[in-house]
């Protein structure tokens, strides 16, 4: 069942995208999750044992989904192409911008999935471990970029103010907006 | 001092937006069964703890951590080493509602201030009384099952502080005393300290939308768009006597920010804003509206000017002034 949310990318930006399918994005996230692992070990000490639990990313205006296992310095993150027809505890659909929300914090997850805004299924326990650790690890765009100092201030600044234009643009849910 | 903004806290970070954005005191539990909201990445390490109550302390604001299910029968052990943790970190009280759990901490930590849980359920002066006399408790947190005439006359027999809730989710019943959760799980707030635990939570979507199940019970479907809610079993439909209906409790939360002054008036000391396993966004957002709604009430400002300050306060769904403004059916 085809299933469209508010905020999903113009058909335009999708068609853009559609190439980061064969980038070697899965092994770029990857790294970018040990190695926030090893900066931020309490925030996978907060998942316990649902590090070892599988999540499937799907941004439903992408044709892409992404297979995390954030098993701290073990986490694995796949880029799959979405007709692979996969498994996991848990999965995630929702417009890319709505996700990538989540992950910065500038969302709340209850709110979105109440409202509507993402869909979730598989393992609820385990979602809401995910949830409630990225919530209390104030993660940056620096942080997956491994920048710091000026120039982390500086990716910061940069992406968060662009997502929020992009957000703007796409129609995305407002933060806090209940509707 | 003003009526003083008890505000939730489920992680570090949420604590420390919570003191930003104004809080005079934050509360939050540790990590285990000894907290009523005991959710999967939830909460505080004892070595959190510490460091919060440091943050805390250094932007002038109180740490009330809740050590508020009920302890084990020969199994108290994870209790007793949480009050331990609350002092060392330099908690400003201890939220408890288990006999137990009050009698070691005025026995073995005489200089913990103990508040008593909503928990606990006391809204007599006389069960108040008995636990101020024989452990020295210096709050009670009110159950959400009275009204501004009840408090203020309340107020009046009893010579501790009340703390009321205010604002988030509610629990309908008498707090404590419910066993729906126990009762579809095997697990409730006061024992294990989560109702209807996110283990035995499934959201199945299916053409006609998506059902909501827990322990296997249907206990709601939602059609595409209609909001959802926690599926805590007092807020699901049901079908019963040929009608389908909120059997127990529409799904709505409290908001009793229009009742403030009136609370303040009848004598309540802390106004309670519940919602530990909400984001740091949400929780930033209620605080600041509601330490800015105080401080305007403190300063003599007219109700409408007040009003005017809360009316972006919405939690999503539909909200209710709860038992304050005696409404039942
Ligand atoms: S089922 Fe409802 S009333 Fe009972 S403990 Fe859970 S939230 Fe409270």
């Not at chain 1, 205006?61 to 880029?79: H, N, Q, T, Y």
């Not at chain 1, 692979?84 to 992950?103: E, F, I, K, M, N």
């Not at chain 1, 993402?118 to 920048?147: H, K, Q």
């Amino acid at each position: 069942m085809a299933e469209h949310f508010r905020g999903e990318l113009p058909r335009l930006l999708r068609l853009l995208a559609a190439p980061a399918g064969f980038l070697p994005l899965g092994p770029a996230l990857t790294l970018a999750v040990r190695r926030f692992a090893r900066r931020k070990p309490a925030v996978f000490d907060r998942l316990g044992e649902y590090g070892k639990c599988s999540f499937l990313i799907e941004p439903s205006d992408l044709d892409i989904s992404f297979l995390m296992v954030p098993d701290g310095s073990r986490a694995e993150v796949k880029c799959l192409r979405r007709r692979a027809s996969q498994t996991a505890d848990v999965t995630v659909r929702g417009p890319l911008l709505v996700l990538l929300g989540l992950l910065d914090g500038t969302f709340d997850g209850d709110a979105l999935f109440f409202n509507r805004a993402i869909s979730v299924s598989g393992r609820t326990d385990a979602l809401v471990a995910l949830r409630n650790a990225i919530e209390d690890a104030e993660l940056t765009p620096a942080d997956f970029v491994g920048a710091t100092g000026g120039l982390g201030r500086l990716v910061d600044r940069s992406v968060i103010g662009g997502l929020g234009l992009a957000r703007r643009f796409t129609g995305s849910p407002i933060p806090g907006d209940p509707s | 001092m003003s009526i003083e903004l008890v505000c939730p806290a489920g992680t570090p970070s949420a604590l420390r937006a919570a003191v930003e954005a104004g809080a005079h005191s934050v509360y939050c539990g540790f990590r285990d069964e000894t907290n009523a909201r005991n959710f999967p990445g939830l909460n505080f390490s004892p070595d959190e703890l510490v460091e919060g109550v440091r943050f805390a302390h250094a932007h002038g604001a109180k740490v009330l951590v809740a050590i508020n299910t009920f302890a084990k029968a020969g199994a108290m052990d994870a209790w007793k080493a949480a009050l331990a943790n609350a002092e060392t970190a330099g908690a400003d009280a201890v939220i408890l509602a288990d006999l137990a759990v009050l009698d070691h901490a005025a026995t073995h930590h005489p200089n913990l201030r103990l508040h008593l849980s909503v928990q606990a359920a006391a809204a007599t002066p006389e069960a108040i009384a008995f636990y101020a006399d024989t452990f020295g408790v210096k709050r009670i947190v009110m159950p959400r099952v009275l009204s501004v005439e009840e408090i203020a006359k309340l107020n009046a027999a009893i010579n501790v502080e009340t703390e009321a809730f205010v604002f988030g989710g509610l629990c309908p019943m008498t707090e404590g005393r419910c066993s729906l959760s126990s009762y579809a799980t095997g697990k409730s707030p006061n024992l294990t300290g989560v109702c209807s635990p996110p283990e035995h939570v499934a959201y199945t979507e299916d053409k006609d939308g998506t059902a909501t199940r827990l322990a296997g019970f249907t206990i709601d479907r939602f059609g595409a768009g209609e909001q959802a809610g926690y599926p805590t079993l007092c807020k699901g439909r049901f079908v019963a006597g040929g009608k389908t209906s909120y059997l127990f409790e529409d799904p709505v939360s409290l908001n009793a920010a229009s009742l403030i002054a009136a609370l303040a008036k009848a004598g309540v000391t802390a106004l309670k804003i519940e919602g530990r396993q909400r984001g740091k966004g949400y929780v930033a957002e209620v605080v600041r509206t509601f330490r800015a709604a105080v401080e305007a009430i403190d300063a003599g400002r007219t109700e409408v000017e007040v009003g005017r300050l809360l009316a972006g306060l919405v939690e999503g769904g539909r909200q209710t002034s709860g038992a304050y403004k005696k409404a039942w059916r």
